[in-house]
């Protein structure tokens, strides 16, 4: 909107809250709609961004089959939708489709290691599914497609049950609890803060048509587990304990992106540290945690 874009947010809120764009409700070039993405939409646009799935295993294991259905039938509407409009479509995929990568790290020619039936399946090979159905359409109807994979991203307006690691180590550690870590804590990550993931978006879906990806957005700093809990109860003053439970099925080792198709096609990279990405979120945390419930939306 800053740009002057009039957007339209479709959401089914099963994850999202509305408290989230309060702040947009009243922008004249802003409006929302509440609706399921598995079902088609019938709407004039310009440009498409499909960002619609659960990405926490919390959500996306609560319903899989809703899980993959929200990427693989909402893909189908997305695009149906694109092509009748001959608009620009944007994929929101995912590092996961890279599974538990044995190449290190991890470059968008790596077709991946993914279990195509365990607990994670749902999320992984729904979003692979995905970005098969982006470039088929690409190919046979010749849409102008952009596919981002999205490594762990994180900020402001999570929610306090999301389930994913930078929010659960946050508030535990706010609230005084034991920060509790999944596995012995030698697993790496690279977290991405979000003002970083949206630049990225917005320079891929600005490229020309040439530039269809997949590209991957993401931060390339690996950090071990063990270490963002050592930070997180370091920058809350937090006196929480760690502890350790065993970790889960499929639980990717290693995820860390390779940017230099960013870098060269996109001319994107990312400028915010995870330090000061956390402050950020944590800032957030400490507002909002007094004020609701922590159940899961």
């Not at 309060?22 to 409006?31: G, I, V, W, Y």
């Not at 620009?88 to 990568?101: H, I, L, N, R």
């Not at 000061?276 to 899961?296: C, E, H, R, W």
Request: some cysteine.
């Amino acid at each position: 909107m800053e740009r002057g874009d009039e957007i339209l947010c479709v959401d089914n809120l099963f994850t999202g809250s509305k408290r989230n764009i309060d702040h947009l409700a009243k922008h004249p070039r802003f409006e929302f709609m509440r609706h399921d993405v598995t079902f088609p939409l019938y709407v004039e646009v310009d440009e498409i961004y499909n960002l619609a799935c659960p990405a926490s295993p919390v959500h996306y294991q609560y319903d899989p089959v809703q899980t993959i259905k929200t990427a693989v039938h909402g893909a189908i509407n997305v695009l149906g939708l694109a092509k009748r409009l001959k608009c620009k479509v944007f994929q929101a995929s995912t590092s996961e489709v890279y599974g538990d990568a044995s190449v290190h790290p991890q470059p968008e020619s790596y077709w991946g290691n993914v279990n195509p039936i365990g607990p994670r399946s749902c999320y992984d090979e729904g979003k692979r599914c995905a970005e098969t159905l982006f470039f088929d359409y690409h190919r046979q109807h010749g849409l102008w497609v952009k596919v981002a994979r999205i490594f762990n991203t994180f900020g402001p307006r999570m929610h306090p049950a999301d389930g994913r690691v930078v929010s659960n180590f946050i508030v535990q550690a706010l609230r005084g609890e034991p920060i509790t870590i999944f596995g012995d804590g030698s697993q790496t990550r690279s977290f991405c803060y979000v003002d970083d993931l949206v630049s990225g978006m917005l320079r891929l879906m600005d490229t020309g048509p040439e530039v269809t990806g997949p590209v991957n957005i993401g931060n390339p700093r690996e950090v071990t587990i063990r270490r963002l809990a050592e930070l997180t109860t370091q920058m809350t003053g937090s006196g929480s304990d760690i502890i350790y439970r065993d970790l889960p099925q499929d639980d990717p080792r290693h995820r860390q992106p390779d940017i230099t198709l960013a870098k060269r096609l996109v001319g994107w990279e990312p400028t915010v540290t995870l330090e000061a990405g956390l402050q950020q979120t944590i800032d957030y945390f400490k507002a909002l945690l007094p004020k609701v419930s922590t159940n899961s939306p």
